[in-house]
């Protein structure tokens, strides 16, 4: 889970063009300025590059924070 | 590997590792324009060239200069979501040279944009409009076998698009790039759709064949996004979860390779299609190395895999020379030795003669590069060079950044492939003076051999027994006269660009006096090669608008006879003085004394480097070493003349 974390971390600073992003299970679209649902759809498709994942709309659409987020990433990828 | 070569641009080098901290220390630089455009030659993702794009909008909203980077101002309408697009589309503008300003329509506003005068796209004067739409933004239905549906809906989706252009050329002026569509994956009945009126299968091909035959030379660009497409794989490029979720038209993957395409169309309208590709000869042109290897240990033949791979490497260089591509030679080798593959060797198709340049020697390449340029008279901006030494590619980039030097796999398989799909020798018209430039450009190397041997320059120009035609402007010659107003960068005293409207425009004002001319010589045709307008002065002089040549004929007085009918047609027309503007350009230094050599005096110098000069018609003109055919309705060369050396 850390792993995904930190990927996470360089995933948004890049899609947000902003360093000083700190990525926490908490963090919701409405802390971040920029997280608006171009950005949103952007984001998606950078993480599912990254982890080579795929997300459905609906899975997409209901996430609540980042810790949901990353915990539909680690259902998804491959185990281990 | 299919997949990669194109989504990945694979031609072009990977992006640097520290991409992101480069990426954001362009903003600290003092000039920026260059770093960007460095950054855009490489092989960038759809978040790299998103990152890239964004920071180029930002220094345009903070007034930055981008120089060298040209402006360029590209208007958006699509059906779908083009806010992924117009970022990626900046940032690969870069990589052609151009500081993009993209302006955006709203979702869905395709008509409204187009016919209200007042509309964003309208008002914001765009030097060219990208219809940035895909199948669905067209009334097409699904009728399988009822082919009056068919041929109405087409009808329909044609008019629609036809308010659309007209709209758009009227109250905008710009230029319109008009996509082919790329049909969706989903079959209805599987190989018989194509079969069947009604399918969309058939639908949208009939009307990719409609909106081709319907596209105006003069106003608008194809854009062949079905071919792209195809390319690319239709199951890859139409993404049904990405049009659902956010109306992408197609998958992001493809963002880079479609704006490539966008903006190599967009680069060869203005001129920027590379002219000459430089092949190395040992693992490129032939497997294996013929100094160690011998004529007999190259592989060229058929039968053999390695061989068909260079095979296929000398068939797209002899294709790419039968459409008017010029190819020269740069390999480290014995010139003799390299020479017998050519020679002797049964299976190889490229022969001596197909170069206008053979350099095989030990110098380094992009010295040879450098010397094959100006044999030629072209740009290092014109030149590709391919080779399969990933040394020798460094080297010439870091060197000559200007020249195109694609990244090639390991197999030689794809050698082929990979310079096809770089796109280097992208054009918008072919016309028959493109056919046969190859070959005036190795008679102009055989020119420049007998050059060397004739010794004094006269003598030389007298062996060469050319012949020279002066003609109004017509419309024969007009797609070839806008095509070199606009290319002709060097021996261009004023580089005005005209429009082909506006050339049609000069050639039917009587008041306006043009020339085209044309020259040939024991060598072959070399077709029309300088350009003149004149245009009335206050009293009775005319000013000299336009004087360009080509620099393929420089040195060969070709200036002066142009002059002596200049002044011949002027003093007919009752003409007192010619009065000649030197505008200077970064790239026009060559005609910088033009006026003065011809004997013209100095009127005026502004502060911008822009002389102008006057000459009385009664000057006397010395004699050329050519036949001259004045400009008379009847002027034109025999069509026997006009036939260009063959090979």
Known sequence: MDQIFSKLQQLFQDVFDDDSIVVTPGLTAADVAEWDSLNHIRLILAVEKAFKVKFTAAQTGNLKNVGELAALIRDKMPAA | MTDDLYTRLAWLPSAPA??????????SLLEPGCAVRDMALHALDQNQLTRLGRTITRLHAEGRSLAPLEKFRLGLIGNGTLDLLAPVLVATAARYGLALECVQAGYGQMTQQALDPDSLINAS???????????????????????????????????????????????????????????????????????????????????????????????????DVERLAQTVGLGTWHSPALWNMAKLPFDDSCLAIYADHVMRLLSAARGRSRKCLILDLDNTVWGGVIGDDGLEGIKIAQGDATGEAHLAVQRLALELRSRGIVLAVSSKNTDAIARTAFRDH??????????????????DKAANIKAIAQELSLGLDAMVFLDDNPAERALVRQLLPQVA??????????????????????SVAFSSEDRARAGMYEANAARSALKVQAGDLDTYLATLMMEIWFAPFDRVGRNRISQLINKSNQFNLTTRRYSEAEVAAAEEDPTVFTLQVRLSDRFGDNGMISVIV????????????????????????????????????????????????????EKNGIVENHYAQLGFSQLAAESDGTTVWSLPTTTAIPAVPMIVHGSSPHAYPPALKRKARSH
């Open chain 2, 405 to 426: 030097v694609p990244e090639l796999p390991e197999d030689p398989a794809w050698y082929a492939r990979t310079l096809s799909a770089a796109g280097y020798f992208e």
């Open chain 2, 18 to 27: 520290d991409f992101a901290v480069t990426c954001k220390a362009i903003g």
């Open chain 2, 346 to 363: 049964p299976d190889m198709l490229l022969r001596e003669e197909h170069f206008a340049v053979f350099q095989a020697n030990w110098n």
């Open chain 2, 534 to 585: 004149c245009r009335p002065g206050a009293a009775r002089d005319w000013h000299i608008d336009v004087w360009l040549m080509s620099c393929r004929v420089l040195g060969r007085k070709v200036e002066l006879a142009v002059l002596g009918e200049l002044v011949h047609c002027a003093r007919a027309a009752g003409i007192e003085f010619l009065i000649g503007t030197y505008r200077p350009t």
């Open chain 2, 125 to 223: 004067r765009p030097n060219a409009v990208l219809l940035a739409i895909d199948y669905r933004a067209l009334p097409l239905s699904v009728t399988p076998g009822d082919p009056a549906t068919e041929s109405a809906d087409i009808e329909g989706a044609l008019a629609l698009l036809k308010s659309v252009r007209d709209g758009l050329q009227r109250n905008s002026g710009a230029t319109i790039i008009v996509p082919t569509l790329a049909p969706p994956p989903e079959a209805l009945f599987g190989s018989l759709d194509c079969v069947v009126p009604g399918t969309l299968r058939r639908v949208i091909a009939r009307l990719n064949d409609a909106i081709i035959a319907s596209i105006d030379g003069s106003h608008e660009l194809v854009l």
